[in-house]
């Protein structure tokens, strides 16, 4: 079954760029999102089709896609960016990252 | 205003059944794909199950296929999880959400419902 591989874990600090990466066999070929979770609360698409953003979601956050890896980034990360955050793609189903958890410090 | 209102989680034995239901308003659930998303506590999102609109199109996934049915009413604007066969694995977190009708991504969530599976 196909998998997306995320870091368990990045830290950024205030205003600084924060970049998440996700990691899948040719995921370039496919479409990824973003989806935000912060604690107590349901996920929130911030990037779909690779670098598209939703109406309400800050330009702070961009994304790319190519080759193997899906990327995420976060231009002057805010304190209310901290959150975990998931890939994901289609693989004949939904498939999911396993999540990275954001730090800003 | 969109809403996806899940219910039927709860506290259940091993080996028993729960049913939950998802209700949704605010855009035309009738033309949408629905699906099951779930979370273990302290973990990740795991997909489950989607039906497309038309409501026999459907699949699950591997760790939940032959115990778990998805299914849908039309008419009540309702999305359905029959989940048979319960195991302490399948304690989570159930989502239903909607697929954006072109661009393929998971638009709206609702709150969830807790499932947990102790004897």
């Not at chain 1, 999102?33 to 911030?46: C, E, F, I, L, T």
């Not at chain 1, 498939?95 to 410090?105: C, N, R």
């Not at chain 2, 909607?98 to 004897?119: E, K």
Request: one cysteine or more; charged letters at 15%; aromatic letters at 10%.
């Amino acid at each position: 079954s196909y998998e997306l591989i995320q870091p368990p874990s990045v830290s950024v600090s205030p205003g600084q760029t924060a970049s998440i990466t996700c990691s899948g066999d040719k995921l370039g070929d496919k479409y990824a999102s973003w989806y935000q979770q912060k604690p107590g609360q349901s996920p929130v698409v911030v990037i779909y089709q690779n670098t598209q953003r939703p109406s309400g979601i800050p330009e702070r956050f961009s994304g790319s896609n190519s080759g193997n890896t899906a990327i995420l980034t976060i231009s002057g990360t805010q304190a209310v960016d901290e959150a975990d955050y998931y890939c994901q793609t289609w693989a004949n189903t939904a498939v999911f990252g396993g999540g990275t958890k954001l730090t800003v410090l | 205003q969109v809403q996806l209102v899940e219910s039927g989680g709860g506290v259940v034995q091993p080996g028993r059944s729960l049913r939950l239901s998802c209700a949704a308003s605010g855009f035309s659930f009738s033309s949408s794909g629905m699906h099951w998303v779930r979370q273990a506590p302290g973990k990740g999102l795991e997909w489950v199950a989607v039906i497309w609109s038309d409501g026999v199109t459907k699949n699950h996934a591997d760790s939940v296929k032959g115990r778990f049915i998805i299914s849908r009413d039309n008419s009540k604007n309702t999305l359905f999880l029959q989940m048979n066969s319960l195991r302490a694995e399948d304690t989570a977190i159930y989502y239903c959400a909607s697929i954006h009708p072109t661009n393929s991504y998971f638009d709206y969530w609702g709150q969830g419902t807790l499932v947990t599976v102790s004897s």
